[in-house]
């Protein structure tokens, strides 16, 4: 039998005695680690990754409510190799006597010895800082076997700086001894800069914690009994973003509903829990200052510091509530230098609080930050809040100063999002001209051309519409070059107020010059010192242009290496499947043909084809075929040649002037058809071209052959071009004399 010492004595007093004010001292509930639930899933990489932390003296998981850091925690400590004490902390943990001795009582279930001097130092009225800690960590010191791991769970509870001094000791002091897992809403609250440099602390964030595409759908199928299809996935998990209570709540919802599109489609909308949720676990931890900048914020995208100016009303400093913000991990990492933003989760249910608590308020509030998006010349956003705050006046008014920006190549899919957001039933001739001009651009169609071709027509009627017009005819895309040359003047002059666009513009007019044969113009156009950085689109043409340049005057190499930046351009703006760069990718395959490398040009030109198909009946679409034809035919593959150059020819029938297009595209013809002349040399002739030949010898002419054989004068000529091929003679009188000898007559 176990001798009762005076150190194991006080350890079990202090387990079963209360305060002087009679509270229980010593809380079971709390040191019990908490039981896996129902529905919980195994997330391996995280428990791995939890358990690496852990292996630092310091482990940090800081994330606001929701992220599953318990249950994480809970994961990796059933199964931990070593012993686990557990504290839950709470707010009666701000008495630091009450939390050491939790402390004290967590670790004394794993190793009495360890806490034999502490304990009684503490139950005396010992300091918990100065000397109860710094006993324990020599109770530690002595331990033999494997360490204990203390995780410290919801240490945000803690809110008083008596008890905050209690944690940091135990982060300085315990930690080298018993590696300390510190699990709350937001980070400690001790400095760990210095923990930092020593690489004695891991952390862990929202990031780690957000479940990936593949644990979500296992959370709701094996957790929840759910099967949906990969589109619905997506769906859900757009709105989610991986967070663990709200896909929790929203697999409810789904399990509960007889309408699960209605989930889908807003998972805020269809479950009030998601709302309360939110607000009771998130919003209202947090400050007055810190609840009212997310409330008025979740009018943003991101959280800017001019835009979160612009929403709140008094002149208060936005910088420290979005740092506080950071720091409780109340908005996600914008990456790549941009701006925070809000979860989705929250900003949807933060904005219809606003709508149904401050009615009117939240198109106050986008008004004002389209106002100072347009001072900041970010014409689609500015033009999105103006909408959004239902000011589709001010909305058109915005498209009419930020024209020459909305129509560049890489707004073109911004801009057609807008457009479709005004009402149908009331027409805005702003709205009605760039909608012609944007769907010309994006669809490339001759119809669309020839409705922007009306509006011009009808310029006198609203002037202040003819610069849009303009602008978009100079486009090559219309195909009609002689057209594009006789506005470039008036274009060149709409857009030099702003130096980008005036490049913009000028790129066009050289592109168009080059197709008008005027290659001198073109190349004097695209001078280096022309160029105006930040409209990838326009430096990409300009250098694909320069590309083509160098290729008709024979320069391969130059127009490879051109070619190469162009579409160097175009990856690096993480658009290279976009068809505003294909003239970057077609110049490419063009200059890989002439230099006969012909494998990687089949890959380039092939995803060229496939982009500009988008717009079958497209001028970009008709450059990609002649191009494709050319490879072809370097291939000595005469059918594909063949079917290249019919699609182009039926696509150029329909413009009135292509340009260099139509030049190239009767090259293309013309090679093809010596191509299949040359293979036709010596060969047989046909059952139908027999019956021509018989009648040759005669005087009748093609039209009364054409006629007895009742088929067109076109047929018959091609029959006998095809003839003269076979024989390999040149006129009517040689070969009937070669059919002759050759006894075919």
């Not at 509870?157 to 940091?168: K, N, S």
């Not at 959370?219 to 589109?231: D, I, N, R, V």
């Not at 001019?306 to 709140?312: M, P």
């Not at 002037?463 to 303009?470: G, M, R, S, T, Y």
Request: net charge negative; with cysteine.
């Amino acid at each position: 039998m176990t001798r009762t010492t005076p150190e194991r004595a006080a350890l079990q007093r202090l387990l079963t005695t209360a305060t002087p004010d009679a509270a229980p001292l010593i809380v079971a509930a709390k040191l019990r680690v908490p039981a896996r639930r129902e529905d919980d899933v195994a997330r391996p990489a995280l428990s791995a990754r939890i358990a690496a932390a852990a292996g630092r003296p310091l482990a940090v998981l800081a994330a606001p409510a929701g992220y599953g850091k318990t249950t994480a925690v809970a994961a990796w400590a059933r199964a931990a190799d070593g012993p686990v004490a557990w504290v839950r902390l709470d707010r009666g943990d701000d008495d630091p006597v009450r939390l050491a001795a939790h402390l004290l009582a967590a670790i004394g279930q794993h190793d009495e010895a360890a806490v034999a001097e502490a304990g009684p130092a503490l139950l005396a009225g010992a300091d918990p800082v100065d000397v109860v800690v710094p006993l324990l960590s020599n109770g530690l010191q002595r331990r033999a076997g494997p360490p204990v791991a203390l995780v410290l769970d919801d240490h945000h509870e803690v809110t008083a700086p008596d008890a905050h001094a209690v944690l940091a000791a135990v982060a300085t002091l315990v930690a080298p001894a018993l590696p300390v897992v510190l699990v709350g809403r937001t980070p400690p609250p001790f400095p760990l800069g210095r923990l930092r440099v020593d690489g004695v602390v891991s952390e862990i964030g929202p990031g780690e914690l957000r479940m990936g595409r593949d644990e979500t759908e296992r959370f709701l199928t094996s957790g929840l009994g759910l099967a949906l299809s990969p589109e619905e996935l997506d769906r859900l998990d757009e709105q989610v973003e991986g967070w663990p209570a709200g896909l929790a709540l929203a697999g409810r919802a789904l399990r509960s509903t007889d309408d699960p599109a209605r989930v889908l489609a807003s998972v805020v909308d269809a479950d009030e829990a998601i709302g309360e949720y939110v607000v009771e676990e998130v919003v209202a931890p947090s400050s007055p200052a810190v609840a009212g900048l997310l409330r008025r914020t979740s009018v943003l995208e991101r959280l800017e510091p001019e835009l979160c100016a612009a929403v709140l009303d008094d002149d208060v400093p936005t910088a420290p509530l979005v740092r506080e913000l950071r720091r409780a991990h109340l908005v996600t990492d914008g990456g790549a230098g941009r701006a925070p933003r809000q979860h989705r989760l929250l900003r949807d249910v933060l904005r219809r609080r606003l709508d149904d608590r401050s009615p009117g308020l939240a198109a106050e509030l986008h008004l004002r930050v389209a106002e100072r998006l347009a001072r900041e010349h970010r014409w689609d956003e500015a033009v999105g809040h103006a909408l959004d705050a239902g000011a589709t006046d001010r909305a058109a008014e915005l498209l009419l100063a930020g024209w020459p920006v909305l129509l560049r190549a890489q707004q073109l899919p911004a801009l057609g999002r807008l457009l479709e957001r005004f009402p149908a039933g009331r027409p805005d001739p702003v709205v009605e001209a760039l909608s012609a001009a944007h769907h010309a651009l994006v669809h490339a169609t001759p119809t669309a051309w020839q409705h922007v071709e009306r509006l011009a027509a009808d310029r006198d009627a609203f002037p202040e519409l003819a610069p849009i017009v303009d602008f978009a005819l100079l486009s090559p895309l219309a195909g009609n070059v002689g057209q594009s040359l006789d506005v470039a003047p008036r274009a060149l002059e709409h857009a030099r107020a702003d130096p980008a666009t005036l490049f913009h513009a000028r790129t066009l007019h050289a592109i168009v010059l080059r197709l008008a044969g005027r290659d001198r113009e073109a190349r004097e156009l695209v001078r280096p010192e022309l160029v105006v950085r930040g409209d990838p689109a326009a430096e990409s043409w300009r250098l694909a242009l320069l590309s083509l340049l160098d290729a008709d005057a024979g320069r391969g190499e130059a127009a490879v290496e051109r070619a190469r930046a162009a579409v160097a351009i175009a990856e690096r703006t993480g658009e290279a499947t976009s068809v505003a760069f294909a003239p970057a990718y077609r110049a490419l395959g063009r200059a890989l043909v002439a230099a006969g490398e012909l494998d990687e040009a089949r890959a380039v030109l092939e995803d060229v084809v496939r982009c500009t198909g988008r717009a079958p009946d497209g001028v970009h679409h008709l450059a990609s075929l002649v191009a494709r034809g050319r490879l072809a035919l370097a291939e000595g593959d005469l059918p594909e040649a063949r079917d290249a150059a019919g699609q182009a020819r039926a696509i150029a029938a329909r413009y009135r002037d292509v340009g260099r297009h139509a030049q190239e595209l009767r090259e293309l013809e013309r090679a093809v058809r010596h191509r299949e002349e040359d293979e036709l040399h010596g060969t047989d002739l046909s059952p139908a071209e027999l019956e021509v030949l018989r009648r040759l010898p005669s005087d009748r002419s093609i039209a009364e052959i054409a006629a007895d054989s009742y088929v067109s004068p076109n047929t018959v000529k091609t029959h006998v071009r095809r003839i003269y091929r076979r024989l390999g003679v040149s006129s009517r009188e040689d070969a009937v004399a070669v059919a002759r000898a050759r006894r075919l007559l």
